[in-house]
């Protein structure tokens, strides 16, 4: 076993003996890979769990180093990219992604990417294999 | 200030372009030569192509404390870098069928899964899938 094996087992026992909380946050994370647009919320997600929100929100965060609500909004956000690469308007992709309003979703994702939802459709469309020369 | 290009140290270039775009799959950016036998040589992700790119850099060959330090990594097994994949176990059977050599078959640890590899250019490299 090398040095760097060695790490990892050590690592693996000092920071993750608790099989039960790691599939719980590991299911939590999968639920909302695959409900991303629905209405999602701790509480809601507490109660699939049978533990306190609270509690929920603590280990979600110690073991994935985000909470659940910037997980999701992460989730939400790549999706979002997809659906704009793929020609979907705005207004459109912020409904399927899970977002409340065109105007939220467009701020939001000009914090995380940078760049508003259109000018990123547009960059996509610029770089897009069927029209470099 | 943004990440465009990380770089990973290389023994021979042409011998990391030809694993790192015919094993790993990743696609040739730039190739560009710098002088002697040194290439400015960038590959990126085949399915983001306008993504960060990784420089295949020569240092080893041209610096000898960059020879020294990866030689050390490489020999505590520790990786020099790490990719992401959507399913650890699935690619380290594919790279297993292509001959590459792995010195950590895939292991769960907390809420990810790791495996790593010889990247036949004096580099370990890590994949990891988020659990």
Known sequence: ?????????????????????????????????????????????????????????????????????????????????????????????????????PSSFSTLFKKKVGICPVRFQKEQFLQSPSRSV | MKVRVIGIPVQDQDRALKFYTEILGFVKKHDVPVGGKNRWLTVVAREEQEGTEVLLEPSPDNFEPAKTYQKALFDAGIPYTQFDVDDVQQEYERLAALGVEFSMAPTAMGTVKIAVFNDTCGNNIQIVQML
């Not at chain 1, 909380?21 to 629905?38: C, P, S, T």
């Not at chain 1, 609500?69 to 997809?82: D, F, V």
């Open chain 1, 1 to 101: 076993m090398n040095y760097y094996q060695q790490e990892v087992m050590r690592i693996k026992a000092l920071c993750y003996p608790n099989d039960k909380q790691l599939e719980a946050v590991i299911g939590i994370r999968h639920y909302m890979d695959k409900n991303f647009d629905a209405d999602i919320n701790l509480d809601f997600l507490s109660d699939i769990r049978f533990t306190s929100k609270f509690h929920l929100l603590r280990l979600f965060k110690r073991y994935y180093g985000i909470t659940p609500k910037q997980y999701l909004t992460i989730r939400r956000i790549e999706e979002s990219k997809r659906c704009l690469k793929n020609g979907m308007s705005v207004s459109q992709t912020c409904y399927t992604v899970g977002f409340e309003t």
